[in-house]
């Protein structure tokens, strides 16, 4: 079992920035890609960005592509999505998730995550 706790969600002005922070703890040798997600009721959770556990390659999706940048400290076993140049239409629950998988088909795709955590509400007003 791995798990994951986010925090840093919150209520920020258009424009501005914040960092959301996913610790993992548990069987993470069992982890080889870490992605946020993010969902809005009534819809289908939607691929933000992934990194594989190493670090090493990221994955963002086009609707943040050079305003979200996701990284991870090694030491703290900490996934972070730093989210600049917020748009209200950025405003949902944000998900951590952790796999086994960074192919392409599993990393973008909430099937592809064995592990979530809880959430954070990330609300950005005009």
């Known amino acids: 079992q791995v798990q994951l706790v986010e925090s840093g969600g919150g209520l920020v002005q258009a424009g501005d920035s914040l960092r959301l922070s996913c610790a993992a703890s548990?069987?993470?040798?069992?982890?080889?890609?870490m992605g946020w997600f993010r969902q809005t009721p009534g819809k289908e959770r939607e691929f933000v960005a992934a990194?594989?556990?190493?670090?090493?390659?990221?994955d963002y999706a086009a609707s943040v592509k050079g305003r979200f940048t996701i990284s991870r400290d090694h030491a703290k076993n900490t996934v972070y999505l730093q989210m600049n140049s917020l748009k209200v239409e950025d405003t949902d629950v944000y998900y951590c998730?952790?796999?086994?998988?960074?192919?392409?088909?599993?990393?973008?795709?909430?099937?592809?995550?064995?592990?979530w955590g809880q959430g954070t509400q990330v609300t950005v007003s005009p």
């Open positions: 990194i594989t556990w190493s670090g090493s390659s990221t």
């Open positions: 998730a952790a796999g086994p998988s960074w192919y392409v088909g599993d990393r973008r795709q909430s099937r592809g995550y064995a592990y």
């Open positions: 548990g069987r993470t040798s069992s982890v080889y890609a």
